[in-house]
């Protein structure tokens, strides 16, 4: 399967810890997207690259979050002192092209913070 | 701010029938719109796109209808399926991608 892939599927943390998500996009596409999704909601965009750089963040992306694709290929999203708020589904996605509006998505990391 | 929304949150349509999922959006300078189909558990999946020149887009079994005057797009799936019961997404470009809250498409057997 060459889709988009994400580790872990699932994430049980306490309060005030970290965590940290990967994502591995498909193999050609330079576009990569964070998002949030709650129960009964729509995805949140929360941040995208191209290719190695990270060229927009949401408001929602507070600064405990941080995210990172150091070579261009997979991503990391890490959520620091982690909040009961925080818990939702962390979908990541990957494009290919000048546009990246097709988009294709991962089965997510669903986080419960106790 | 930008968004898009949906008329409705859920949709029952028996077996067979076809069905239509609307969509409304606020900024009228997206370029493009995209419809997703969410199954319990995955992520979403890329069903049809279609930009804003364009008012009608036909894929297999499905057709998007995107009127800019009303600022409202819809999906239409022909002989809806079992397979079909899923959550659909709307969404649109504007600095970012805007998903609207979903409609939860349920088909009687």
């Known amino acids: 399967d060459t889709g988009v892939s994400q580790d872990p599927r699932h994430k049980i943390t306490k309060r005030g810890q970290n965590v940290t998500f990967r994502c591995d996009p498909i193999?050609?596409?330079?576009?990569l997207y964070w998002y949030r999704q709650t129960l009964g909601q729509g995805p949140e965009f929360l941040t995208y690259f191209q290719n190695e750089a990270q060229l927009e963040k949401s408001r929602l992306l507070s600064d405990r979050f941080s995210a990172e694709r150091p070579k261009g290929s997979f991503s990391t999203l890490e959520i620091q002192r982690t909040e009961q708020g925080d818990s939702a589904m962390y979908l990541c996605?990957?494009?290919?092209?000048?546009?990246?509006?097709?988009?294709?998505f991962g089965p997510g990391t669903r986080l419960t913070v106790t | 701010g930008e968004s898009v929304g949906l008329h409705l949150p859920t949709l029952s349509v028996q077996e067979g029938d076809n069905s239509i999922i609307n969509c409304a959006y606020s900024?009228?300078?997206?370029?493009?719109f995209i419809w997703y189909k969410q199954e319990s558990g995955k992520g979403p999946q890329f069903i049809i796109d279609i930009r804003s020149n364009m008012d009608k887009r036909q894929g297999q079994r499905v057709t998007v209808l995107l009127n800019k005057t009303v600022k409202h797009l819809s999906l239409q799936i022909a002989a809806t399926q079992p397979g079909d019961s899923a959550v659909y997404f709307c969404?649109?470009?504007?600095?970012?991608?805007?998903f609207g809250t979903g409609t939860s498409l349920t088909v009687i057997p």
């Open positions: 969404a649109g470009t504007g600095n970012q991608f805007y």
């Open positions: 193999s050609e596409h330079n576009r």
């Open positions: 900024n009228s300078a997206s370029d493009y």
């Open positions: 996605a990957s494009s290919y092209g000048p546009s990246g509006y097709e988009q294709y």
